[in-house]
């Protein structure tokens, strides 16, 4: 039953972006790519976030201009999609950084299932900002959410564990022996119930991390007054200190009507994929991306850059990527 859902879903994601895409012109490589033929399922995540959106045209050009057929579907993020690639429900995901990093070190979110090594990393694409996100004007800082509801993104989350580090950099990350948050009331949720419960106040902010402008902010932005929380300097630098993973960075003005320039920090949107998925196939995904980076429907495709997707660092490449980024010279390191 549990494949038959998998593979309903897929079908439904895949008819979804065939109605919403057009065509994506010339195939990746023009026409290089290595044959192969298999057919993957890759994970992104909630339906109102950019990994799920931008997901689905990779997935959809990648279908359409190569031998290799993938499948984009809805998923719990960042963690449920390390699972589902260790599990085989899954052959390729999108992952933060630092969660990937946790994974396969076996911290932090992965201390209790312990580390899982069997995922290579194919390409970093673009950098998610952690976005906090209130309707109230008077909470401008992150030392005014003490004593506020916050939704802290879903238990054990990527987004939770980020939350962690911006609050306990501000004093406010104090958990009780339950491990609950002492000094905020802190709500578990998704990025779509955290726009929902912001809309019908019932929370007064939220974390949020994704690639700005998100889906969630910009569909609650219809109906409300939205602003985002700025990081000073001072506890920027803090932050960075103990947990080097971050890069400062700034959401511009008005990318939700009427927001100022937001100073905040960062983490890295990368595919990761299972050890076992062919070398032509990952070689053809990426080689898609980034020789259609114009064709690709999807605001993030701009910030696509050879560079920046060749920069992880923390877990080996899967050797398909290697190939690619080799015939652009560049040397990635590998298992």
Do not use: W
């Amino acid at each position: 039953m549990k494949k038959f859902l998998t593979l309903a879903l897929s079908a439904v994601m895949t008819l979804t972006l065939l109605a919403g895409c057009g065509d994506s012109g010339t195939p990746a490589g023009s026409g290089s790519a290595a044959p192969a033929g298999g057919d993957l399922i890759f994970t992104t995540g909630g339906e109102t976030g950019t990994y799920y959106a931008f997901g689905g045209v990779i997935a959809q050009d990648v279908s359409a201009n190569t031998a290799t057929n993938v499948t984009a579907i809805s998923s719990d993020g960042s963690k449920a999609n390390v699972l589902l690639l260790q599990s085989g429900d899954a052959q390729l995901g999108f992952c933060q950084s630092d969660v990937m990093a946790y994974a396969y070190n076996g911290t932090s979110t992965f201390a209790d299932t312990g580390a899982y090594t069997g995922f290579s990393t194919v390409a970093n694409l673009y950098m998610e900002q952690v976005q906090i996100v209130t309707c109230n004007p008077d909470i401008k800082t992150v030392a005014d959410l003490a004593g506020k509801k916050v939704s802290v993104g879903a238990a054990g989350s990527g987004v939770y564990f980020n939350a962690v580090d911006i609050l306990s950099a501000y004093g406010l990350g104090d958990l009780n022996d339950k491990g609950e948050f002492t000094q905020i009331i802190a709500n578990y949720q998704s990025f779509g119930d955290s726009a929902d419960s912001l809309t019908d106040g019932t929370i007064d902010a939220a974390f949020i991390v994704a690639g700005a402008p998100t889906n969630a902010i910009s569909s609650l932005a219809t109906t409300k007054d939205v602003y985002l929380v700025s990081l000073d300097d001072a506890h920027i630098d803090t932050l960075l200190a103990a947990s080097p993973y971050y890069s400062k960075t700034t959401i511009p003005a008005d990318t939700y009507p009427g927001t100022p320039e937001a100073t905040t920090v960062a983490v890295g949107a990368v595919v990761i994929a299972r050890d076992d998925v062919s070398e032509d196939d990952i070689y053809n995904f990426v080689s898609d991306i980034y020789e259609n980076a114009a064709n690709l429907s999807h605001g993030k495709a701009s910030e696509l850059d050879l560079t920046f997707a060749a920069s992880v660092t923390a877990v080996p490449y899967h050797p398909g990527a290697a190939k690619y980024f080799a015939e652009k010279g560049i040397t990635v390191p590998t298992k």
